[in-house]
């Protein structure tokens, strides 16, 4: 007999102590549903949990792979699941006597605070709500759940996820928020919590009269329709505009698809003994191991989030300037304050990780909405893994696996001048949501901020609150600062994970929209394009364009400490690209472990260079070997010192100096009275300096005559450098100083090559060993990858080369055919587009360069087992990059003297993720 195949779940029921799912599984049933599952059903949870049901992420992928159809036995599976829900509330879905209403949420497996879309009181009808005023006793309640219900219901399901655009671009949420408003407005109301019963029938039946005239449709009576129109919409939403937006900000993969949950209703919004909040088992902004969170009495999670009105601390320590005067949880509902204390202790030690939650009192009984793993910024996000791990709650490999690379990059933002701040009057305060400093100049709309970022401005976007629809202009700016909300509003929540400068609640100024203006309290009138500086710590606002100064990490022991763990842990190096003895010391303080690019030609750009630069001119306007020894002595005395100066600085840690790489034509001066300078140095006409300027001129210079090729044309070029590095070393040697340099040949294509440049740096080793009287002068010889090329005949260059250093940012134009500083033109449509995932500048294309650097790594360990490599590209300071480099067996990644503690941190995720880890 044949075996009959058993239907695929698509439905996971939790609540009243039981669940089909658990927190693993939060591929298939998304972050919230996993969790909701988790706390309902787990043995040492079994939290209060209303009861509801999860329709998985398979059913995402089946809806959008079949046109938007769902799975047939799906409608099954859901009145299976309800029924259980309806049995374990005692109530009846789409029942005139005893109703069950239920909320619909997204739930996807990575947190996407606001990106998709809610629908709460989901049943309501004019017959239903009867039986709702009879359970309740409630009318306003009842009316009140019954006009959001609409709003939520005609903004989600029947404009957005109907495709209706807005009629000038207004759209109907909009609308019906100004009918709410024009009430309050007219009676003098400050809270949609003033308006009385008959008002709120009233407002009821204006709005579904509305919503048929502007959407051409009725917003529909019947509690299924109402159920499936909610559930499509939360699926639709997946694809939406901000929600896509988000994804490619956080590189979450379009395939993952979002779950639905389905969860009965409880009311936060039935009178001064019901309340809805958000709260952290510990300080988001800061990381401090204390419970914060925030509540609203008589309130739908909605208002909490949205920041229309100002939320409640939970206990003491939540209160901010904006709330001080406002009663606590504990003092208002203590029995509730003390469980949902005792909850979120529970919570903690079960994730071994900081909880947000949500959660809702009905008439002094707590339930639990929601719990999920808090987002937070970096400050917080290593001073929680640092005490955690002293807590003996994780290990050092989870500790250390908490902090994601760039987030330290927020603890090494750089904050307002503390002179200058001191001496200046802030024009308002509001909440510091976002840490550091920022600065730009106004702009009062998402689309604005896009549009002006796109023009290199820096911008800092004022709202009055943000939704998710601003998510572009939001990431797009320095700063955000926002009139309304708390510390849980979707600014702070979004700005918090991504560690951007925020200040939300600022009640001391006013917006004006239609004139694209704030005036401040102190009178203080600001309009779009004015400068503001803003300090997120603090949650200060300053007028006008104010210094910003680096942060001192010395004084932040969690860091310290968590680099103490990064560093037992890692087996990749990590060194810095530095030209400057200043640059090499920041460096060495980030952990650096020696300078992996040393640019020869640094020396003829800014401070101090004017001489060596005028003497390197007449170098290369030189005709005879003659003119140019003469020009390249004098020029000698300057490249020794730089050299000298900075190894000094190394203490013996390997300093990798790249031979002059740039052609020379971009050494040549355009300023007239500089070019009258040079033909009277050399002693000849204008016109004949002209002339020789000329002949310097290439058709494509990336490719022209540079790196090695100078060396190969003028052999002296080479010689003067390579002296100027022994006599440098051998000078610290006999001063008592360690230092150890490496010749890097740039831009080679062919073992012969350096076959003739070592030729050079042999025979004027020879010359410094016996001019300095040193029997060795200890250096290594190699080169830098950055031809595709010399990747291919890697073999038979490591015959001659100690070390080879990839050149990532020219092996990737080369490889690409892009050209770096061209690619604006068209790189951001192809990464729209999905023709290209990654910038290749930004992140390593590890498919095609990134075949290159194995390939040319593992041909060059074939020839010579110990080679020395690393790479010197700006991808070194990429996390994702730093991972791969790590997989190919480098020895060090070098980068900028800022990227080092990222670069140090993200070698220990990819010792720990290979299990390669000390």
Request: hydrophobic residues 40%; proline residues 5%; charged residues 25%.
């Given at each position: 007999?044949?075996?009959?195949?058993?239907?695929?779940?698509?439905?996971?029921?939790?609540?009243?102590?039981?669940?089909?799912?658990?927190?693993?599984?939060?591929?298939?049933?998304?972050?919230?549903?996993?969790?909701?599952?988790?706390?309902?059903?787990?043995?040492?949870?079994?939290?209060?949990?209303?009861?509801?049901?999860?329709?998985?992420?398979?059913?995402?992928?089946?809806?959008?792979?079949?046109?938007?159809?769902?799975?047939?036995?799906?409608?099954?599976?859901?009145?299976?699941?309800?029924?259980?829900?309806?049995?374990?509330?005692?109530?009846?879905?789409?029942?005139?006597?005893?109703?069950?209403?239920?909320?619909?949420?997204s739930?996807?497996?990575?947190?996407?605070?606001?990106?998709?879309?809610?629908?709460?009181d989901?049943?309501?009808?004019?017959?239903?709500?009867?039986?709702?005023?009879?359970?309740?006793g409630?009318?306003?309640?009842?009316?009140?759940?019954?006009?959001?219900?609409?709003?939520?219901?005609?903004?989600?399901?029947?404009?957005?996820a109907?495709?209706?655009e807005?009629?000038?671009?207004?759209?109907?949420?909009?609308?019906?928020?100004?009918?709410?408003?024009?009430?309050?407005?007219?009676?003098?109301?400050?809270?949609?919590?003033?308006?009385?019963?008959?008002?709120?029938?009233?407002?009821?039946k204006?709005?579904?009269?509305?919503?048929?005239?502007?959407?051409?449709?009725?917003?529909?009576d019947?509690?299924?329709?109402?159920?499936?129109?909610s559930i499509?919409?939360?699926?639709?939403?997946?694809?939406?505009?901000?929600a896509?937006?988000?994804?490619?900000?956080?590189?979450?993969?379009?395939?993952?698809?979002?779950?639905?949950?389905?969860?009965?209703?409880?009311?936060g919004?039935?009178?001064?003994?019901?309340a809805?909040?958000?709260?952290?088992?510990?300080?988001?902004?800061?990381?401090?191991?204390?419970?914060?969170?925030?509540?609203?009495?008589?309130?739908?999670?909605?208002?909490?989030?949205?920041?229309?009105?100002?939320?409640?601390?939970?206990?003491?320590?939540?209160?901010?300037?904006?709330?001080?005067?406002?009663?606590?949880?504990?003092?208002?509902?203590?029995?509730?304050?003390?469980?949902?204390?005792?909850?979120?202790?529970?919570?903690?030690?079960?994730?071994?990780?900081?909880?947000d939650?949500?959660?809702?009192?009905?008439?002094?009984?707590?339930?639990?909405?929601?719990?999920?793993?808090?987002?937070?910024?970096g400050?917080?996000?290593?001073?929680?893994?640092?005490?955690?791990?002293?807590?003996?709650?994780?290990?050092?490999?989870?500790?250390?696996?908490?902090?994601?690379?760039?987030?330290?990059?927020?603890?090494?933002?750089?904050?307002?001048?503390?002179?200058?701040?001191?001496?200046?009057?802030?024009?308002?305060?509001?909440?510091?949501?976002?840490?550091?400093?920022?600065?730009?100049?106004?702009?009062?709309?998402?689309?604005?901020?896009?549009?002006?970022?796109?023009?290199?401005?820096?911008?800092?976007?004022?709202?009055e609150?943000t939704?998710?629809?601003?998510?572009?202009?939001?990431?797009?700016?320095?700063?955000?600062?926002?009139?309304?909300?708390?510390m849980t509003?979707?600014?702070?929540?979004?700005?918090?994970?991504?560690?951007?400068?925020?200040?939300?609640?600022?009640?001391?100024?006013?917006?004006?929209?239609?004139?694209?203006?704030f005036?401040?309290?102190?009178?203080?009138?600001?309009?779009?394009?004015?400068?503001?500086?803003?300090?997120?710590?603090?949650?200060?606002?300053?007028?006008?364009?104010?210094?910003?100064?680096?942060?001192?990490?010395?004084k932040?022991?969690?860091?310290?400490?968590?680099?103490?763990?990064?560093?037992k842990?890692?087996?990749?190096?990590?060194?810095?690209n530095?030209?400057?003895?200043?640059?090499?010391?920041?460096?060495?303080?980030?952990?650096?472990?020696?300078?992996?690019?040393?640019?020869?030609?640094?020396?003829?750009?800014?401070?101090?260079?004017?001489q060596?630069?005028?003497?390197?001119?007449?170098?290369?306007?030189?005709?005879?070997?003659?003119?140019?020894?003469?020009?390249?002595?004098?020029?000698?005395?300057?490249?020794?010192?730089?050299?000298k100066?900075?190894?000094?600085?190394?203490?013996?840690?390997?300093?990798?100096?790249?031979?002059l790489?740039?052609?020379?034509?971009?050494?040549?001066?355009?300023?007239?009275?500089?070019?009258?300078?040079?033909?009277?140095?050399?002693?000849?006409?204008m016109?004949?300096?002209?002339r020789?300027?000329?002949?310097?001129?290439?058709?494509?210079?990336?490719?022209?005559?540079?790196g090695v090729?100078?060396?190969?044309?003028?052999?002296?070029?080479?010689?003067?450098q390579?002296?100027?590095?022994?006599?440098?070393?051998?000078?610290?040697?006999?001063?008592?100083?360690?230092?150890?340099?490496?010749?890097?040949?740039?831009?080679?294509?062919?073992?012969?090559?350096?076959?003739?440049?070592?030729?050079?740096?042999?025979?004027?080793?020879?010359?410094?060993?016996?001019?300095?009287?040193?029997?060795?002068?200890?250096y290594?010889?190699?080169?830098?990858?950055?031809?595709?090329?010399?990747?291919?005949?890697?073999?038979?260059?490591a015959?001659?080369?100690?070390?080879?250093?990839?050149?990532?940012?020219?092996?990737?134009?080369?490889?690409?055919?892009?050209?770096?500083?061209?690619?604006?033109?068209?790189?951001?449509?192809?990464?729209?587009?999905?023709?290209?995932?990654?910038?290749?500048?930004?992140?390593?294309d590890?498919?095609?360069?990134?075949?290159?650097?194995?390939?040319?790594t593992?041909?060059?360990?074939?020839?010579?087992?110990?080679l020395?490599?690393?790479?010197?590209?700006?991808?070194?300071?990429?996390?994702?990059s730093?991972k791969?480099?790590?997989?190919?067996?480098?020895?060090?990644v070098?980068?900028?003297?800022?990227?080092?503690?990222?670069?140090?941190?993200?070698?220990?995720?990819?010792?720990?993720?290979?299990?390669?880890?000390?």
């Open positions: 007999m044949a075996q009959v195949k058993k239907a695929a779940k698509y439905v996971y029921y939790f609540g009243g102590g039981k669940a089909d799912g658990n927190e693993s599984m939060k591929n298939l049933l998304g972050g919230k549903g996993a969790n909701l599952a988790e706390m309902a059903g787990h043995p040492k949870l079994k939290l209060p949990v209303p009861p509801g049901f999860t329709l998985t992420t398979e059913v995402c992928t089946a809806y959008y792979n079949n046109k938007k159809k769902y799975p047939v036995v799906l409608d099954a599976q859901v009145k299976k699941a309800l029924a259980a829900v309806e049995k374990e509330m005692g109530k009846k879905f789409g029942d005139v006597n005893n109703p069950l209403l239920v909320s619909v949420r739930g996807a497996r990575k947190s996407m605070p606001g990106m998709m879309e809610t629908v709460l989901i049943g309501l009808n004019e017959k239903t709500i009867e039986g709702v005023i009879k359970q309740s409630d009318a306003r309640f009842a009316y009140d759940a019954y006009r959001r219900l609409i709003m939520m219901y005609a903004d989600v399901v029947m404009e957005k109907g495709g209706i807005p009629k000038g671009g207004k759209g109907i949420r909009k609308v019906l928020d100004e009918k709410l408003e024009k009430i309050k407005h007219k009676q003098g109301y400050k809270f949609d919590t003033d308006l009385t019963v008959n008002e709120l029938k009233a407002l009821v204006d709005f579904k009269a509305t919503v048929l005239k502007v959407l051409g449709k009725p917003f529909p019947d509690p299924y329709e109402q159920l499936w129109g499509g919409a939360v699926f639709s939403s997946w694809m939406g505009k901000r896509c937006e988000y994804r490619r900000i956080e590189k979450i993969p379009d395939e993952w698809g979002t779950a639905v949950n389905v969860q009965a209703m409880v009311f919004n039935m009178g001064d003994t019901s809805t909040g958000v709260a952290f088992t510990r300080n988001p902004g800061n990381g401090e191991n204390k419970f914060y969170g925030e509540y609203l009495l008589n309130a739908q999670g909605e208002d909490v989030v949205a920041g229309i009105r100002t939320p409640a601390p939970v206990n003491e320590y939540s209160k901010n300037d904006q709330s001080k005067h406002l009663p606590t949880l504990e003092k208002t509902m203590p029995a509730a304050y003390k469980q949902l204390f005792d909850i979120q202790k529970r919570l903690e030690k079960h994730y071994k990780d900081m909880q939650i949500e959660f809702t009192i009905e008439k002094g009984v707590l339930f639990m909405l929601q719990c999920r793993v808090g987002k937070r910024n400050v917080a996000a290593v001073r929680m893994a640092s005490d955690m791990y002293n807590e003996k709650l994780i290990d050092a490999k989870t500790a250390i696996m908490r902090v994601q690379p760039n987030q330290l990059v927020e603890l090494l933002l750089p904050m307002l001048d503390p002179k200058i701040q001191a001496a200046t009057k802030p024009i308002a305060k509001g909440l510091p949501a976002g840490p550091g400093g920022a600065k730009g100049r106004v702009v009062f709309s998402s689309n604005d901020a896009v549009e002006w970022a796109s023009r290199g401005e820096k911008v800092i976007l004022v709202r609150e939704s998710p629809e601003d998510v572009d202009g939001m990431h797009k700016s320095q700063a955000i600062l926002t009139t309304k909300g708390g509003s979707h600014a702070a929540l979004v700005a918090r994970g991504w560690g951007k400068c925020c200040i939300v609640g600022c009640a001391d100024i006013e917006i004006h929209s239609e004139t694209k203006s005036k401040a309290n102190d009178g203080t009138y600001i309009k779009e394009g004015d400068w503001l500086s803003l300090d997120g710590t603090k949650g200060l606002v300053y007028l006008g364009s104010m210094a910003l100064v680096d942060i001192d990490l010395d932040n022991m969690a860091y310290k400490n968590l680099m103490k763990l990064v560093n842990t890692r087996t990749l190096k990590v060194r810095t530095a030209e400057t003895p200043e640059d090499a010391a920041h460096a060495m303080k980030f952990g650096a472990e020696g300078i992996g690019l040393f640019r020869t030609e640094h020396m003829f750009y800014g401070e101090g260079s004017e060596p630069l005028f003497l390197l001119r007449k170098m290369i306007m030189s005709k005879t070997e003659p003119e140019r020894r003469k020009a390249l002595n004098d020029l000698f005395v300057f490249v020794k010192k730089d050299i100066d900075t190894m000094e600085v190394m203490k013996g840690y390997p300093v990798t100096i790249r031979l790489d740039p052609p020379l034509h971009e050494f040549v001066p355009h300023d007239v009275s500089k070019l009258q300078a040079l033909s009277k140095e050399l002693g000849i006409s016109s004949m300096l002209r020789r300027v000329l002949a310097l001129h290439e058709n494509n210079p990336m490719l022209g005559h540079r090729r100078l060396g190969v044309s003028y052999p002296e070029i080479t010689e003067m390579v002296r100027a590095i022994f006599e440098a070393t051998a000078e610290l040697a006999k001063a008592g100083k360690t230092a150890f340099p490496e010749i890097m040949v740039p831009v080679t294509c062919t073992e012969n090559e350096l076959i003739h440049q070592k030729i050079i740096v042999d025979r004027v080793y020879k010359e410094v060993c016996e001019s300095k009287k040193m029997k060795k002068i200890p290594l010889y190699g080169t830098m990858i950055e031809i595709p090329r010399a990747a291919i005949k890697a073999d038979k260059m015959e001659i080369a100690d070390f080879f250093s990839f050149g990532t940012n020219d092996l990737t134009q080369m490889s690409f055919g892009f050209s770096r500083d061209d690619v604006g033109g068209f790189l951001p449509k192809y990464m729209d587009l999905k023709v290209l995932h990654d910038d290749p500048f930004q992140t390593i590890q498919d095609g360069v990134g075949e290159l650097v194995k390939m040319g593992d041909r060059g360990r074939k020839t010579k087992p110990n020395k490599v690393g790479i010197c590209g700006e991808h070194g300071g990429d996390a994702e730093v791969f480099f790590h997989r190919v067996g480098m020895n060090y070098s980068c900028s003297p800022f990227r080092v503690p990222i670069a140090l941190l993200a070698a220990a995720h990819a010792a720990i993720e290979s299990g390669k880890g000390k």
